[in-house]
């Protein structure tokens, strides 16, 4: 076999860069023309475009003073070369100046140098704002951004592009557009038109996408760069498969090639890299894209990223048995961080409980090539290697039940406290209702009390309204966004009302539109019925829930909220975080207000609400920890609830879209109680059909046999307690067996044998004997749980209670003798 070439991989740009420069090549921003014809005018032309109003008219001193500056700029741009005012300004320092401001004592040393009339910083920045507005001048996008004007947007509506803006104004609304947030986003639009040129519709996709990136390098704030986009879109400026806004382009790569997907583990191995490529290209097929990432991930990270990193320079996938051996108990754990009070973070190994899945993987991925080596020799046929995993190693059935086990668990800890937590999230929401309705009311800088708290309300961050701030500091100076936290509240409440009443997924319930609530006529009695359409999803299956009354008044309040002022739901692009692509326009039921626009709840958003619910409720776990709920918790909730208030199973199944019976009944908990009843009638059933000739009195025969096997029981430290008839199924492994019950006069006897298993341990520990050591620990353990159980029968005996039962000796009525 040709052993491939080791060779170094340079590293590749991350994830998110790829995506971002991808786009700016879909989407280039305008060029910067050499000339253009106001930069071409002469300075007696350009001055004469700034007419100075009559004597004491308003803004006459404002004028004269940008005329004043405007001629000082130009007479110190004609002592540097250049054909036009751009020429010129580019071949002058002030473009290189960093801060933004030092252009100013460039002018006035010259002024005072030339004997020139010395101009003021006030009258020079004017002066700018003028020559930027007329066109005459486009500096960048960095020197716009770092010099700060307020009034470039004024200037630019007025004398740029007045149509341009009032669409603007009409697409943003009054409220918005006379915001903060809506003064920060036309700064935005006149900073492009300063640099780009042109008016409101000549803006491109690019133009905005390269603001972006110049904000990011002067470490600006971003809060209006999605508003300012979003008013571009809606005025339909971008074509239909431009990025629907621009708050998280920086973290929505999108879907991502095979080479892509494994290129974010910086592989070394380059033939290696190339493999996983190419298998990965094989199989995407047949996969949607969120098995394929699943797939690069394992492939790629869990597997030959943590091999490179432990056992640098391996270049091949025939491993080491000791190299698969130590990989193998590295996959059993992973390192997990949590961040404490006082901020700082530990690291602490937990077991996998992917562990069997991702060996079935890897396994997959050594059996597919030995399968397509047969097929294509000379692409496959030199990664045609043995399997370091084996086929016991990835055995199933183990790992389903410990699955089953622990969901069931979760769901019995989870259903007792379910109307706790209703009832808090309730709670919750109508007192952040209360008050927000308070500080609404209140004037600004005012105080007021709601609930038996007082607040003293903040002056207004808008620029309109001075009353229309919902910031107010409480009691203990703590200053809160009184909005944010009723809009939180409230997602919460919906959240768990909607998941408790439908049992859908996450991801169906944050897709979920004004379009999927439907009704249904029944032909019988003619009553309405409504219905709740879910999307395909997970298993690309539709379905229609019926609606309940509570259920009901849970998507009317949100369909209330929803509405803007005329009454319909905003259309909003979500991004679907499985696939990682965007969905088209919708109604969507679950969409909030962030920043001037309206944008889908997120998945963390919701999860984030759960957190700050359950710790107002101050529940526990069995460990002492609060309790968490995932979202798919109520699933598993609904499927119980369902099941034991009388649906059938299979219409369960139907419900909750499973396309397997068994998936609906592992979500179902069997409680204690129940399955007690159900044996209890189960018994009486069976004794009522079975035969009465089965409950005869046993002959002197049977009786001899039956007395004969306990007697054959015994053993040196206890007694076997398996049933009557039946063979040892443990192969006479007695102190690892479950079945041996220890006698308290053996306990020495297993002192001896633990001591004597310790030592032999750290003799095998000492000699390397890994599979010797592995079974001693088995013994061991075996030995410790009789030692423990022994010690529980005696603290338990020191409370028996004697009730004067009889023995089995007393009720006995034959006995045998043994015969030597």
Same mark, same amino acid.
């Given at each position: 076999? !040709?052993?491939?070439?080791v060779?170094?991989?340079?590293?590749?740009p991350?994830? #998110?860069?790829? #995506?971002?420069?991808?786009?700016?090549?879909?989407?280039?921003?305008?060029s910067?023309?050499?000339?253009?014809?106001?930069?071409?005018?002469?300075?007696?032309?350009?001055?004469?475009?700034i007419?100075?109003?009559?004597? &004491?008219?308003e803004g006459?001193?404002?004028?004269?003073?940008?005329?004043?500056?405007?001629e000082?700029?130009?007479?110190?741009?004609?002592?540097f070369?250049?054909?036009?005012w751009?020429?010129?300004?580019l071949?002058c320092?002030?473009?290189?100046q960093?801060?933004?401001?030092?252009? *100013?004592d460039?002018?006035?040393?010259?002024?005072?140098?030339?004997?020139?009339?010395?101009?003021?910083? !006030?009258?020079l920045?004017?002066?700018?704002?003028?020559?930027?507005?007329?066109?005459?001048?486009?500096?960048?996008?960095?020197w716009?951004?770092?010099?700060?004007?307020?009034?470039?947007?004024?200037?630019?509506?007025?004398?740029?592009?007045?149509?341009g803006?009032?669409?603007l104004?009409?697409?943003?609304?009054p409220?918005?557009?006379?915001?903060?947030i809506?003064?920060?986003?036309?700064?935005?639009?006149?900073?492009i038109l300063?640099?780009k040129g042109?008016?409101?519709?000549?803006?491109?996709?690019?133009?905005?996408l =390269?603001?972006?990136?110049?904000?990011?390098?002067?470490?600006?704030?971003?809060r209006?760069?999605s508003?300012?986009y979003?008013?571009?879109? /809606?005025?339909?400026?971008f074509?239909p498969?431009?990025?629907p806004n621009?708050r998280?382009?920086?973290?929505?790569?999108? +879907?991502?090639?095979p080479a892509?997907?494994?290129?974010?583990?910086?592989?070394?191995?380059?033939?290696v890299?190339?493999?996983?490529v190419?298998?990965?290209a094989?199989?995407?097929?047949? $996969?949607?894209?969120?098995?394929?990432d699943?797939l690069?991930?394992?492939?790629?990270?869990?597997?030959?990223?943590d091999?490179?990193k432990?056992?640098?320079g391996?270049?091949?996938?025939?491993?080491?048995?000791?190299?698969?051996?130590?990989?193998?108990?590295?996959?059993? !754990?992973?390192?997990?961080?949590?961040?404490?009070?006082d901020?700082?973070?530990?690291?602490?190994?937990?077991?996998?409980?992917?562990?069997v899945?991702?060996?079935?993987?890897?396994?997959?991925f050594?059996?597919?090539?030995a399968?397509?080596?047969? /097929?294509d020799?000379?692409?496959?046929?030199?990664?045609?290697?043995?399997?370091?995993?084996?086929?016991?190693e990835?055995?199933?059935?183990?790992?389903?039940?410990?699955?089953?086990?622990?969901?069931?668990e979760?769901?019995?800890?989870?259903?007792?406290?379910?109307p706790l937590?209703?009832?808090?999230?309730?709670?919750r929401?109508?007192?952040?209702?209360?008050?927000?309705?308070?500080?609404?009311?209140?004037?600004a800088?005012?105080?007021f009390?709601?609930?038996?708290?007082?607040?003293?309300?903040?002056?207004?961050?808008?620029?309109?309204?001075?009353?229309?701030?919902?910031?107010?500091?409480?009691?203990?100076?703590?200053?809160? &966004?009184?909005d944010?936290? =009723?809009?939180r509240?409230?997602?919460?409440?919906?959240?768990?009302?909607?998941?408790?009443?439908?049992?859908?997924?996450?991801?169906?319930?944050?897709?979920?539109? *004004? *379009?999927?609530?439907? +009704?249904?006529k029944?032909?019988?009695t003619?009553?309405?019925?409504?219905?709740l359409?879910?999307?395909?999803?997970?298993?690309?299956?539709?379905?229609v829930?019926?609606v309940?009354?509570?259920?009901?008044?849970?998507?009317?309040?949100i369909?209330?909220r929803?509405?803007?002022?005329s009454?319909?739901?905003?259309l909003?692009s979500?991004?679907?975080?499985?696939?990682?692509?965007?969905n088209?326009?919708m109604?969507?039921?679950?969409?909030s207000?962030?920043?001037g626009?309206?944008?889908?709840?997120s998945a963390?958003?919701?999860?984030?609400? $759960?957190?700050d619910l359950?710790?107002?409720?101050?529940?526990?776990?069995?460990?002492?920890?609060p309790?968490r709920?995932?979202?798919h918790?109520?699933?598993?909730?609904?499927?119980t /609830?369902?099941?034991?208030?009388?649906?059938?199973?299979?219409?369960?199944?139907?419900?909750?879209?499973?396309q397997?019976?068994?998936?609906t009944?592992?979500?179902?908990?069997?409680?204690? #109680? %129940?399955?007690i009843?159900?044996?209890?009638?189960f018994?009486?059933?069976r004794?009522?059909?079975?035969?009465? %000739?089965?409950?005869?009195?046993?002959?002197s025969?049977?009786?001899?046999a039956?007395l004969?096997?306990?007697?054959?029981?015994k053993?040196?430290?206890?007694t076997?307690?398996?049933?009557f008839?039946?063979?040892?199924? &443990?192969?006479?492994?007695?102190?690892?067996?479950?079945?041996?019950?220890? %006698?308290? #006069?053996?306990?020495?006897?297993?002192?001896?044998?633990?001591?004597?298993?310790? /030592?032999?341990?750290?003799?095998?520990?000492r000699?390397?004997?890994?599979?010797?050591?592995?079974?001693? *620990?088995?013994r061991?353990?075996?030995?410790?749980n009789?030692?423990?159980?022994?010690?529980?029968?005696?603290?338990?005996?020191?409370?028996?209670v004697?009730?004067g039962?009889p023995?089995?000796?007393?009720?006995?009525?034959?006995?045998?003798?043994?015969?030597?």
């Open positions: 076999m !040709t052993v491939p070439r060779a170094i991989a340079v590293p590749r991350t994830t #998110a860069q790829a #995506a971002h420069g991808e786009r700016r090549e879909k989407y280039p921003a305008r910067h023309p050499e000339t253009w014809p106001a930069t071409e005018r002469s300075r007696d032309q350009v001055l004469a475009l007419r100075v109003p009559p004597t &004491h008219a006459h001193h404002t004028w004269g003073a940008r005329k004043r500056g405007a000082a700029i130009l007479r110190w741009l004609e002592t070369p250049g054909a036009s751009q020429d010129r300004w071949a320092p002030a473009p290189g960093q801060d933004g401001s030092g252009w *100013h460039e002018i006035i040393e010259w002024s005072r140098t030339g004997m020139h009339r010395v101009s003021r910083k !006030t009258e920045s004017a002066g700018m704002l003028t020559l930027i507005t007329l066109d005459v001048i486009r500096p960048s996008l960095d716009l951004i770092i010099r700060r004007s307020r009034r470039i947007r004024e200037m630019m509506a007025e004398f740029r592009d007045p149509k803006y009032a669409d104004a009409e697409v943003a609304g409220d918005v557009w006379t915001s903060r809506g003064y920060d986003a036309r700064g935005a639009i006149a900073r300063a640099a042109g008016t409101v519709r000549d803006i491109t996709v690019g133009d905005c =390269e603001f972006r990136d110049a904000q990011k390098r002067s470490q600006s704030s971003a209006s760069t508003l300012f979003s008013w571009l879109r /809606d005025l339909g400026l074509p498969d431009a990025p621009l998280h382009i920086s973290v929505r790569a999108g +879907q991502l090639s892509q997907l494994i290129d974010r583990y910086q592989i070394q191995n380059e033939p890299r190339d493999l996983l190419s298998y990965l094989e199989r995407q097929v047949s $996969l949607d894209y969120t098995s394929l699943d690069s991930r394992c492939l790629g990270l869990n597997f030959w990223a091999l490179e432990h056992h640098p391996i270049d091949s996938l025939h491993l080491a048995p000791e190299t698969a051996a130590a990989w193998k108990q590295r996959l059993r !754990t992973k390192v997990d961080r949590r961040r404490l009070p901020g700082t973070v530990i690291e602490y190994e937990s077991p996998r409980l992917s562990f899945p991702l060996l079935t993987t890897v396994r997959a050594y059996l597919d090539i399968q397509w080596a047969a /097929d020799p000379s692409r496959w046929g030199q990664w045609a290697v043995p399997c370091p995993i084996r086929e016991a990835v055995n199933h059935k183990k790992y389903n039940r410990q699955q089953k086990a622990r969901s069931r979760r769901t019995r800890e989870r259903m007792p406290v379910l937590l209703i009832r808090t999230a309730n709670q929401a109508e007192e952040a209702k209360a008050r927000l309705e308070a500080v609404r009311e209140a004037p800088g005012g105080s009390t709601v609930l038996g708290e007082t607040f003293t309300k903040s002056t207004s961050s808008r620029w309109a309204d001075p009353n229309s701030t919902t910031i107010a500091y409480d009691a203990t100076g703590r200053r809160r &966004h009184l944010s936290e =009723e809009g509240a409230f997602w919460s409440w919906a959240a768990v009302e909607f998941l408790r009443h439908s049992g859908v997924r996450i991801e169906e319930m944050l897709e979920s539109s *004004h *379009h999927s609530i439907t +009704q249904y029944l032909p019988t003619g009553e309405i019925v409504p219905l359409q879910i999307a395909p999803s997970k298993t690309d299956e539709e379905r829930l019926l309940s009354p509570e259920f009901a008044d849970v998507l009317s309040a369909v209330c929803v509405r803007d002022h009454g319909a739901i905003p909003v979500a991004y679907d975080q499985q696939e990682k692509v965007w088209p326009p109604p969507l039921l679950f969409q207000t962030v920043g626009e309206n944008l889908p709840v963390a958003t919701i999860r984030r609400s $759960l957190n359950l710790k107002d409720t101050g529940l526990t776990d069995s460990t002492g920890k309790l709920y995932q979202p918790d109520f699933r598993r909730l609904f499927v /609830d369902a099941i034991m208030s009388g649906l059938p199973p299979h219409i369960a199944q139907v419900v909750c879209g499973h397997n019976l068994n998936t009944m592992g979500y179902f908990a069997i409680y204690p #109680a %129940e399955a009843e159900a044996h209890h009638a018994i009486a059933r004794r009522a059909l079975r035969p009465s %000739e089965e409950y005869r009195t046993p002959t025969e049977e009786w001899d039956f004969a096997h306990f007697e054959k029981r053993l040196s430290v206890g076997c307690a398996r049933a008839g039946t063979d040892c199924i &443990h192969e006479h492994a007695c102190l690892r067996c479950p079945m041996l019950r220890p %006698e308290h #006069a053996q306990r020495p006897r297993l002192v001896e044998i633990r001591d004597n298993l310790l /030592d032999r341990i750290v003799e095998a520990e000699e390397g004997w890994l599979g010797e050591l592995e079974k001693l *620990h088995n061991l353990a075996g030995a410790e009789k030692l423990a159980q022994l010690d529980e029968e005696v603290a338990r005996q020191a409370n028996v004697d009730l039962m023995s089995f000796s007393q009720i006995a009525v034959r006995t045998t003798i043994d015969q030597p």
